[in-house]
Nanobody
Framework: QVQLVESGGGLAQPGGSLRLSCAAS????????MSWARQAPGKGLEWVSG????????SYSDSVKGRFTISRDNAKNTLYLQMNSLKLEDTALYYC?????????????WGQGTQVTVSS
């Protein structure tokens, strides 16, 4: 069964950095695109970033473009999100998500989430 386990969240100051990780299992990781999504307090789920199965392309929401970097290590079945220049608005529960095919930003499974709190 598909399992996605996020880690790396925590407390950071504005302008700081955090690196999130997602350990994937239960499917052929290298055959699927992956995404990160987040949910801020009182708000709906927001797609943040996506990466093709082979890492040949990436995409970002306007709110994080230039600050966040998505990457993957298919040999380790792990997805990453490097978050730099963090803002208060980045505070949210961040989810790792499995894509529906090799090259899409839509997803069908997600993990339990890891909390990111940006505060001074």
């Amino acid at each position: 069964q598909v399992q996605l386990v996020e880690s790396g969240g925590g407390l950071a100051q504005p302008g700081g950095s955090l690196r999130l990780s997602c350990a994937a299992s239960g499917f052929t990781f290298s055959s699927y695109s992956m995404s990160w999504a987040r949910q801020a307090p009182g708000k709906g789920l927001e797609w943040v970033s996506g990466i093709y199965n082979d890492g040949s392309d990436t995409s970002y929401s306007d709110s994080v473009k230039g600050r966040f970097t998505i990457s993957r290590d298919n040999a380790k079945n792990t997805l990453y999100l490097q978050m730099n220049s963090l803002k208060l608005e980045d505070t949210a529960l961040y989810y790792c998500a499995k894509g529906t095919n090799t090259r899409t930003w839509e997803y069908d499974y997600w993990g339990q989430g890891t909390q990111v709190t940006v505060s001074s």
